[in-house]
């Protein structure tokens, strides 16, 4: 087995170097890696039922879909990953992979115990959420990616806040994650006071996989994965153009009326939106509802529809400019 201490703290570099790994190297590997601060959403997620969007952009906390199933799990440097990928196996067993972390764990002290089938705990509390998938390579052979994190000393405030979707009227199909108690392993009993992240990571890499080769990531697969991440795991299209349908529903009382917006979205794109309220304006609210179809959710792209829409929002819907019509889109001014 390959041993990897990921040194790069990059949340779509991290992503990225799962799937290069998959696609490009045949040897069973077991990876140790950090994110700055991210939302790590599940394949079949919708990014804006799991996430409060508004809170992640002011915080400048990264929000990107991962491969596997599951639910959304907040990262940071208070957080360890781990990740193996090994040959399929003919059924769903996360069994084989949590194991040798809860023998990892209680070398340090640390009485922790499988809980379900993907949740690791400790004292009630939750400590590790896991996930996997297999991935199938273009030339049809498959590989198995078993994934999880493990809470050391994380902004569980901070984890609360964004894993929280704001609280609006929201419809999403897709996959809803499932919110648990969770603590992190400074806190409990008996582990180490002393130990860092990287010195956890070396323990786990030791306890873990005891025959395996520490062998880090070359220069060209860094190369190979950094293309990789800006490709896909930066892009709009992959982080929220893959999210599921749903509607949404956000009204706000600005100083010139009460507005609504109503609308619904496939794909991160808007495919039917209403404005109303007891506001005034001089053209028709049409022109901007015209304008907004077929508009992805992001703010540079609503912001550029509405100039292009056949009369000024100020005409629509007096007092108002186009950022606060995006604002009440996105849910910023809730």
């Known amino acids: 087995m390959r041993i990897i201490l990921n040194p790069h703290t990059d949340p779509a570099f991290n992503l990225a170097a799962e799937e290069y790994l998959l696609l490009h190297e045949d040897r069973d590997v077991f990876m140790l890696w950090q994110n700055d601060r991210a939302v790590i959403i599940g394949r079949n997620q919708n990014a804006w039922a799991e996430v ?135 806190d409990l009993v008996g582990f180490p006071e002393d130990m860092d992240a990287a010195a956890f990571m070396r323990h786990l890499a030791d306890a873990a996989a005891p025959a395996g080769e520490k062998i880090p990531l070359s220069d060209r697969e860094c190369a190979g994965i950094a293309a990789l991440a800006r490709e896909k795991y930066e892009s709009w299209a992959w982080n929220f153009g893959a999210s599921a349908a749903h509607e949404t529903e956000h009204s706000v009382r600005f100083p010139f009326g009460s507005v609504t917006a109503a609308f619904s979205a496939k794909g991160g794109i808007i495919t039917a939106i209403r404005l109303w309220g007891d506001y005034f304006g001089s053209a028709p609210v049409s022109a901007l509802e015209d304008a907004l179809r077929g508009t992805e959710l992001r703010r540079d792209a609503l912001r550029a529809s509405l100039e292009k829409a056949a009369h000024p929002v100020s005409a629509c819907i007096a007092g108002a400019d186009a950022e606060d019509i995006v604002s009440l889109i996105l849910g910023d001014v809730l």
Do not use: M, W
């Not at 084989?96 to 690791?120: E, K, S, T, Y």
């Not at 297999?134 to 901070?158: E, N, Q, V």
């Open 52 to 186: 409060n969007i508004p809170c992640a952009e002011a915080e400048h906390i990264a929000v990107i879909r991962r491969l596997s199933g599951g639910g959304a799990v907040y990262h940071d440097l208070g957080n360890v990953n781990f990740t193996f990928i090994t040959a399929p196996r003919e059924n769903v067993d996360f069994t084989p992979f949590i194991a040798p972390v809860i023998r990892a764990l209680a070398d340090l002290g640390v009485h922790a115990v499988q809980d379900g089938r993907n949740d690791i705990t400790a004292e009630n509390a939750k400590i590790s959420g896991n996930a996997q998938c297999t991935f199938r390579r273009p030339d049809g052979t498959a590989r198995l990616l078993h994934h999880g994190t493990l809470l050391l000393s994380s902004d569980l405030s901070r984890l609360a806040a964004v894993l929280r979707p704001r609280p609006e009227k929201l419809r999403a199909k897709g996959i809803a994650s499932v919110r648990s108690r969770v603590t992190n392993l400074r």
